[in-house]
């Protein structure tokens, strides 16, 4: 793949035009300090850069172009001419602003471009906050910006939710890459806590459905992230060093990265390491069901049940991560880079800490419950080259593969058997994405896209008494999952206040298993499956703008999930006293998505936006009775469990509204409020309806934010409404251990408040300080669907140095 790659961007250099550069200067108005990261465009979607440490960027490649676009978030945007430009000795001096109105994305259309000129909803988060919020990880992050409902089974957890979707029916992106693989399961998903935050240049969050530029999986919505990329041109050494420490989990944490340029070859490398010890959960309200008060200990091979000295330490919640990234960036001429990334990231055993708190007759029903190391490495080299040729005025060709590697360890209490089923994923893609200019400001968008997974999974027991080892079931087959998909958007401006997109993706997906592995403990009536299936999804929307102030979007799209190895062949406890077995009759699934986005803003003073938006979910893949060999139940582990599989058997919807307010009250203060309620509801096996699973409760976030000189401070409130048993989806009803319960004995999920305080300062320009107190009431509080209780009072410190 590798070689098509290089034989074909060869070709592409060939006659290559080379022009001289031209630099401009991008200063802080007030204070005149260069600035970094400015972000430059033009409404050619193909071509941007970045101002590096110095506020320098070269802009040789916007000559000509009638407007060039300077944004960086907390400055007003400027547009200017190459003519105004160039009288202006190419100096820019931002103006710092409490709202940014224009914001460039690249989630969208795989291409950078203003989300003023997007039907869909697109949430940019900030990178700056990332200093002054101090993460303890990428689910933490997204959950910062109060549109995204993060779940956590464990502290080693965090699965989000977006619009009634979760896990599988959204996508994660990084560097333009789909990190979605075949063993992606609809249950809740850790996978984005792999991601290094300090690591993280450009997180972006494009809601609903996404499947035109990014095929099955992205229903919901789909989640980008870009990275660090080294940008330096001159001889010189940057780098950033921090440490930061967290009371509640007693985490240690520490990331450096170093960047140096050579002429056309710059790099970049960076480590991480992150230390969580046990949460502590807080002691106001809430019941006394959420403590732990017991824990599993083995000691000279005899399982203990010992009582917990601090019932509010989350005994068995703590783990590590390591992750290495290394960039390299060659630039080989005026209109083409090479770039290479390298990501790694390994955990230790994290504990799963919804199951070692499950109990059976009062005791403790494992003894052990961990996912073993948790291991993602991604290779990939980009090829970016710009042209004036007929087809095209801009190519993207990346190549990537990935390596995934997950297990489950578990144990019951009191026994001897220890089963341990492991998986590892080989994942290749080639994603090949062209831009080319049309007149009047119209531009298309087209590109084609192969992926294959290669699954290999096994299964043994080991006796801990004599340390005999056994093979035992695998939980997937054997399987191959491969896509193949072409796709075609198209964008106009039909006028000077109206806007038109389109776009169309043909998708065609193969899954190959065979089930050989399991057929020693599961007589399975098969042994090998085929699959085909051919998708087709599109959207259209439109732009119009009565105003320039004010934007309405209305915009219909269309998503699908193709059925991958985790849907056909899993075989796994899903909750006690039941196990999920193959189906390899499965189809796709599709959802039919209806919404309109309006924006609205008073110069830099207040932004208002709402977004309301209906979707349906057709043929969707749920969890059903069924028989295997004609039985409703088998022996699964030891223990007797009924048998489901995932069906194409339903009828969903989702629906709800997602609003947010930003008030510039003065040039030092800024007022921000996001509000997401969502109802969903899907069909039952008697023709009744439920609660959707991943519909949750209507949540949101008021922050108010104070910047004076190098001194930023933040408070916020997080909210959370109650779930009541009434409301609850059948499947959560089924998991008591992780619920409070009502007057009535039933499990619901209470409503909750915290308030968050932190803030930020820098000394001298190359020293951050950060410093925060989460969950100041110490609130006694557990997430919607989350296994583990939410941190106490959490005290914060963290330090920064660039250099």
């Known amino acids: ?68 676009v300077f944004q960086l978030l907390g400055f007003e945007s400027i547009s200017i001419t190459w003519q105004k430009l160039t009288e202006d000795g190419f100096q820019i001096e931002l103006t710092p602003s409490q709202i940014t109105l224009d914001i460039a ?56 939710m977006i619009r009634g979707f979760s896990a599988n029916r959204l996508l994660y992106a990084v560097d333009g890459i789909r990190m979605n693989t ?24 494009l809601f609903g459905p996404g499947s035109v530029m990014y095929g099955s999986d992205a229903i919901g919505g789909v989640m980008a992230f870009e990275t660090l990329s080294p940008n330096r041109k001159d001889k010189s050494l940057s780098g950033t060093i921090l440490g930061r420490y967290a009371s509640a989990y007693s985490e240690k944490s520490f990331h450096a990265d170093f960047t140096y340029g050579s002429g056309k070859w710059s790099f970049l490398s960076s480590v991480s390491h992150f230390d969580y010890g046990d949460l502590k959960m807080g002691k106001n309200g809430g019941p006394d069901s959420y403590l732990r008060s017991e824990y599993q200990s083995t000691e000279n091979g005899t399982d203990l049940q010992i009582q917990n000295p601090d019932p509010r330490v989350q005994v068995g919640s703590g783990y590590d991560q390591f992750n290495l990234m290394q960039k390299v960036k060659f630039q080989a001429s005026e209109k083409t880079i090479w770039e290479y990334g390298f990501h790694y990231s390994k955990s230790t055993d994290i504990p799963r800490y919804d199951r070692l708190i499950e109990k059976r007759e009062g005791k403790l029903r494992f003894a052990r419950w961990d996912y073993g190391p948790q291991v993602w490495m991604m290779n990939n080299l980009k090829m970016t080259h710009r042209s004036d040729s007929r087809w095209f005025d801009q190519i993207k060709v990346i190549g990537a593969h990935q390596l995934f590697e997950e297990s489950r360890i578990d144990r019951r209490f009191g026994q001897s058997q220890e089963f341990t089923r492991t998986e590892k994923v080989h994942s290749f893609s080639l994603n090949v994405d062209l831009l080319k200019n049309l007149k009047n400001e119209n531009y298309l968008t087209y590109g084609f896209e192969s992926v294959l997974n ?50 169309l993706r043909y998708n065609y997906t193969s899954l190959s298993s065979d089930f050989s592995n399991n057929q020693p403990f599961f007589p399975l009536p098969f042994s090998k499956s085929e699959n085909r299936y051919h998708s087709i999804t599109g959207n259209i929307g439109l732009i119009y703008k009565p105003e320039p102030s004010f934007s309405i979007s209305p915009l219909i799209s269309t998503g699908f999930r193709a059925p991958n190895v985790d849907d056909i062949g899993k075989i796994f406890d899903s909750e006690p006293g039941t196990v999920i077995v193959p189906n390899p009759d499965l189809k796709p699934e599709y959802a039919y998505n209806a919404e309109i986005n309006l924006n609205k803003h008073f110069q830099n003073r207040v932004r208002l936006d709402f977004t309301a938006f209906y979707t349906l979910l057709d043929q969707a893949m749920v969890r059903r009775l069924f028989t295997l060999n004609g039985q409703a139940e088998i022996m699964y582990d030891g223990e007797l469990s009924e048998v489901l599989a995932l069906q194409n058997a339903a009828f969903a919807k989702v629906y709800g509204f997602q609003t947010g307010i930003e008030i510039a009250i003065s040039k030092k203060f800024l007022l921000t409020s996001r509000y997401n309620w969502q109802k969903g509801t899907e069909e039952l096996e008697d023709e009744t309806k439920s609660p959707s699973r991943h519909a949750a409760p209507a949540f949101g976030l008021s922050r108010l934010t104070y910047q ?49 305080l932190n803030t930020t300062w820098e000394l001298k320009g190359w020293i951050h300080l950060a410093a925060g107190i989460e969950n100041i009431g110490n609130k006694l509080y557990r997430p919607y669907s989350s296994g583990i209780v939410a941190s106490g009072r959490n005290f914060t410190f963290g330090i920064k140095t660039r250099f």
């Open 182 to 205: 075949a063993i992606f399961r609809s249950g809740n998903l850790q996978n984005v806590i792999s991601l290094d935050p300090f690591t993280l240049q450009t997180t972006e969050i």
């Open 454 to 503: 290669k699954v290999n999974s096994d299964g043994s027991v080991t006796d801990i008494s004599s340390g005999q080892i056994d093979p035992a079931s695998a939980r997937y087959p054997n399987s191959n999952w491969s896509s193949l998909a072409s796709y075609v958007n198209f964008h106009s401006k039909l006028s000077g206040n109206l806007q038109f997109q389109t776009a």
């Open 105 to 160: 994305v690249i989630s969208a259309s795989r291409w950078r471009q203003n989300t003023q000129d997007l039907p869909s909803k697109v949430r940019s988060l900030n990178p700056e906050t990332l200093d002054i919020r101090n993460p303890s990880n990428a689910a933490d992050w997204l959950a910062s910006s109060g549109e995204v409902f993060v779940q956590k089974s464990q502290l080693g957890g965090g699965s989000p």
């Open 708 to 756: 004076h000189k190098k001194l930023r401070m933040e408070f916020t409130a997080f909210y959370n409404l109650e779930r009541s048993f009434e409301e609850m989806p059948l499947e959560e009803i089924g998991k008591p251990a992780i619920y409070a319960v009502d007057e009535n004995g039933n499990p619901f999920s209470p409503s909750w408040t915290i308030f968050n």
């Open 1 to 68: 793949m590798f070689r098509l790659i290089i034989a074909f961007s060869l070709l592409m250099v060939l006659g290559i035009d080379f022009s001289v550069a031209q630099h401009v200067l991008v200063l802080d108005k007030e204070d005149q300090e260069p600035l970094q990261g400015v972000l430059i465009y033009s409404r050619d979607p193909g071509k941007s850069t970045v101002s590096d440490a110095f506020g320098k960027a070269d802009i040789g490649m916007f000559q000509g172009q009638p407007t060039i």
